[in-house]
């Protein structure tokens, strides 16, 4: 018997979602065959048969939640391959007989690492390692959880959910049948009675609500002001202008404006350290390399992969590794290490048509630049003459606990200043 586990994803991803089964009870499957879709809050994994066999029992669902190192399915292996290597052939019992669990050596250490705790060895009760780890955390005895497995197996997600329902009143999750769910009963029919017509309830996508609890965050944790300026696009797109064509050849990639918008952040992030920042504790983190998120909408929601070094890229490095990027994030191929670590991010709702908007941090990051819709506005060019110029609102939001007011407007500035000096950005930036 070869168990399906969760495997490690990143060191800040603890769990995932099941969002597609590629595989059901009985199908045959070879090593490497696709087994399921695992969601997570920044990418999708694929988890692939590490044995070849028959699927013999999926233990989780798609939509339920998993931890690191949960057993969610089990493989029987075929007869010929179940005799060649013993250890896996001796992986059969841990999931159902924990008494055995010393037999493979890859699962050795998790039995062991919960010995301490007096209070989970239950009779011939079964826990995966991150739920004996929340007992423990949180003084719960695991004879007491009731688990959903159907062999009895106390998952991470049991332990959470017990010591919840414990808070209002400890019989609150058992009674199924008392008066106490009279109250949820209105909440169930609530939507018909409300609405009266027609609706359609989904429930959020993992990186969905990822999205949301960190744009709240970054809300309630983040001093968050934000502060306005226009640029002048008249020198840009007359370079574009007249360098699009030789650059594509020469390249073979299209000069675009988000080059020139990353050459003038690093410009400005150097004139102005701090926002190229975080706070840790009571410390202010200045980073001295510079990592720029580039916002991407994609079919799962908003994504920001990073351009590593963009102080060290070329204008067609820049560009190609954007591009790069923004065709990972719409086929959802993008790795947990591209979208890790960015020191300052930029976002383009001018793309979509913003003309202006309040761009939100991307925590712990303490700085972050909206670019906007360009569009030909009348323009003062001084005493007596006007022009219609292409402009273009910025806006940058920050982190008022570190960054001054004063320092987010020069900071701005400077970033308008380069902008409308395409020159300048080969020495700046």
């Known amino acids: 018997m070869s168990e399906i586990t969760v495997p490690a994803m990143g060191e800040s991803i603890t769990e995932g979602t099941i969002f597609k089964w590629h595989v059901k009870e009985g199908d045959s499957v070879n090593i490497g065959d696709v087994l399921l879709e695992l969601e997570t809050d920044k990418v999708n994994l694929e988890i692939s048969a590490e044995s070849e066999g028959v699927v013999e029992k999926i233990l989780r669902q798609e939509g339920e939640n998993v931890t690191i190192g949960e057993v969610i399915g089990q493989i029987s292996l075929q007869e010929g ?51 004996r780890k ?18 009895g197996r106390i998952y991470h997600d049991d332990v959470k959910n017990h010591n919840e329902a414990k808070q209002p009143a400890a ?26 017509k027609p609706v359609e309830r989904t429930r ?16 309630h944790t983040a ?12 020198a840009i797109l007359d370079v574009r202008k007249r360098r699009k064509q030789a650059f594509q050849e020469k390249h073979d990639v299209g000069l675009g404006f988000m080059s020139f918008f990353t050459k003038a952040v690093v410009g400005a992030l150097k004139r102005f350290p701090h926002l190229n920042a975080e706070i840790d504790g009571d410390d202010i983190v200045v980073k001295k390399f510079y990592d720029i998120g580039i916002a991407v909408s994609a079919k799962e929601g908003l994504v920001v992969p990073v351009v590593r070094d963009a102080d060290r890229l ?19 191929a993008l790795s947990l290490s591209e979208l890790q670590g960015g020191t300052f991010t930029i976002t383009n709702g001018g793309v979509f048509g913003s003309l202006l908007s309040t761009p939100i941090l991307n925590t712990p990051q303490v700085g972050i630049l909206g670019m906007h819709k360009i569009q030909l506005r009348p323009v003062a060019i001084d005493a007596e003459r006007m022009e219609n110029r292409p402009m273009m609102y910025i806006a940058l939001s920050y982190d008022h606990r570190i960054v001054d007011g004063s320092e987010a407007v020069r900071f701005l500035v400077t970033i308008k200043e380069l902008l409308e000096d395409p020159e300048s950005l080969l020495l700046e930036g």
């Open 223 to 234: 001093a968050m002001l934000t502060t306005f300026n226009e640029v002048d696009m008249t």
């Open 204 to 219: 959020m996508s993992r990186r969905r609500q990822t999205i949301a609890n960190r744009l709240v965050e970054a809300q």
């Open 171 to 196: 019989p609150s999750k058992p009674a199924a049948s008392t008066p106490a769910p009279a109250a949820s009963a209105p909440a169930a029919s609530a939507p018909a009675a409300e609405y009266g």
């Open 314 to 332: 070329g204008f067609a490095e820049i560009e190609k590794e954007i591009g790069n990027l923004a065709a990972k994030a719409r086929n959802n």
């Open 81 to 131: 391959v179940a005799s060649a290597p013993a250890s896996k052939a001796a992986e059969a019992p841990a999931p159902v007989q924990p008494e055995a669990a010393p037999a493979p050596v890859a699962e050795a250490p998790k039995p062991q690492a919960s010995v301490p705790a007096p209070s989970e060895e239950g009779a011939g009760l079964t826990a995966s390692p991150s739920a």
């Open 134 to 151: 929340l007992a423990r955390e949180r003084g719960i005895d695991l004879d007491q959880v009731q688990g959903r497995d159907p062999i």
